[in-house]
């Protein structure tokens, strides 16, 4: 017994179907794109309440790492001990940034400055030692402004707070640009395979 539908034919359909739902939820990501660049701006502001909406950031994100620790331990068999203990400090530590927000920014902030220390010379002693491919000195040059960064911002707690707002400022434009360039992007392959996109 043979099927009228070939292979090529179920993924031509497959593909279609996913474009009409991608497409169709376009703006989306637009909007998204938009409230990502609008409060990457704010922050940069550097106003006092854009240390607040970082500091609410901070806490959201420990608290859906903890809860996403959790729920990850209840489908991996080995370690699951180490995910329950991930789970418990990061809602912990997102209690704690609302509690003490200004304690919390410092912390992190250092935290931030150091993280950005170690992986500023990983990237450079990769770019130097590493094979050398094509714009292997994107790596170095990422490194170097990593590690110049970092120490600024050791150098003083004051500098570790600005630091960290300026990174979660800037993340927040890009992954906002990035929605926004999604979005269309959707949209413009709704249109390319005839499909009505609103």
Not at 1 to 16: A, F, H, I, Q
Not at 140 to 145: R, T
Not at 175 to 187: M, P
Request: no cysteine; charged share 10%; proline share 2%.
């Amino acid at each position: 017994m043979t099927s009228d539908t070939r292979p090529p034919d179920v993924l031509k359909e497959t593909v279609r179907t996913q474009a009409r739902e991608g497409s169709g939820v376009w703006w989306w990501f637009l909007i998204l794109g938009v409230l990502w660049v609008w409060f990457g701006m704010y922050v940069l502001s550097y106003r006092v309440g854009s240390l607040t909406v970082v500091a609410a950031f901070v806490g959201v994100a420990f608290l859906l790492g903890g809860i996403t620790q959790l729920a990850a331990a209840g489908r991996v068999l080995e370690w699951r001990w180490l995910y329950i203990i991930g789970g418990i400090l990061g809602i912990a530590a997102g209690i704690l940034t609302f509690v003490w927000p200004s304690v919390t920014l410092y912390v992190v902030s250092i935290l931030v400055a150091w993280y950005l220390i170690f992986f500023g010379i990983m990237h450079v002693v990769g770019a130097l030692t590493g094979p050398k491919a094509d714009y292997w000195w994107t790596g170095l040059l990422l490194g170097a402004a990593e590690l110049v960064l970092g120490v600024w911002a050791v150098r003083s707690w004051q500098r570790s707070l600005v630091t960290l707002v300026t990174l979660v400022g800037v993340w927040a434009i890009f992954h906002g640009v990035s929605e926004i360039f999604a979005g269309f992007s959707l949209r413009q392959a709704g249109k390319r395979m005839g499909l009505r996109v609103g």
